[in-house]
């Protein structure tokens, strides 16, 4: 019924994804367990929590029975609930493209571990350590290519925390903040689960390399045992990105070559 869905209705969209994201442990046993889930796992969560908002039509959600809800009302619900599968489709896309970050560089330095290893230690009221986002940039670069209540709740948070992860969204704010709505792109450009040592390379390339370098930075200062590999990493996507676009300025060159013969 309607009043199943009525979340989906709401004018509040931190409240809409507090509803949503609390979710996933029911359906992921793996994040029932705080401190013990794999970057692996939390991906593939978030993986199939994705593809869940790009599949849902926002038309479906509420219906009407005899005339009730009436015709005005059925179509501001559906408003709502289209406005809301929106802002949670882009929040969503920009936490699978944050934890995607990670499980590449997890798969090219030695494999799966947890998600502590890689972003520090959820705090606690008795245990606060260094994390991962700890020292990332705060102000998006590009907030005009944004959707505001996106960033918004990305940077400050939804309405409760969770067992499994906080409020905030740090990684996926300075991702989402750097790259605005292109992060749709980068999704579908890669095959992102199950990660490979090839697609994890890929996707590494895709996305822009200070981004990545800022981000692998802070990593191997957490993650202190793969530190020497994650570096390799960022110097071997540095130097496929030059040899990349080497290439690519040699096929203008032909191209403009032929155009004036």
């Known amino acids: 019924s309607n009043r199943d869905v009525g979340n989906f209705g709401s004018e509040d969209r931190a409240f809409f994804l507090d509803n949503t994201w609390s979710l996933l ?25 994705n593809g869940f908002f790009n599949f849902l039509d926002p038309a479906v959600i509420f219906t009407s029975f005899r005339g009730v809800p009436p015709d005005d009302a ?20 920009a936490k699978l493209l944050a934890v ?3 499980a590449a560089f997890c798969e090219l330095t030695g494999g799966d571990g947890p998600m502590s290893l ?47 992860d906080i409020r905030q969204s740090p990684l996926a704010a300075y991702l989402y903040g750097c790259m605005g709505d292109a992060i749709e792109r980068c999704l579908t450009q890669v095959k992102l689960y199950p990660m490979t040592k090839e697609t994890a390379m890929e996707f590494l390339k895709a996305l822009p390399t200070e981004v990545i370098a800022r981000i692998a930075e802070n990593m191997a200062k957490v993650a202190v045992s793969r530190a020497d590999l994650i570096e390799e990493v960022v110097d071997k996507v540095v ?4 040899i990349q676009e080497g290439d690519h300025e040699d096929d203008e060159d032909d191209d403009d070559d032929d155009e004036t013969k």
């Open 118 to 164: 890689f972003m520090g230690d959820l705090p606690s009221r008795h245990h606060v350590s260094y994390r991962l986002e700890d020292d990332l940039p705060t102000e998006p670069v590009c907030l005009e290519e944004c959707d505001e209540d996106v960033f918004n709740i990305l940077a400050h948070g939804r309405k409760t925390e969770t067992a499994f």
């Open 74 to 93: 059925l179509e501001a619900m559906t408003l709502q609930a289209r406005r809301n599968m929106e802002v949670g489709r882009k929040y969503v896309g």
């Open 25 to 49: 442990p029911e359906t992921n046993e793996a994040l029932r367990s705080q401190y013990l889930y794999t970057v692996r796992e939390f991906q593939f969560a978030v993986f199939k929590m």
């Open 100 to 102: 995607s970050v990670l």
């Open 239 to 242: 130097s496929q990105r030059i």
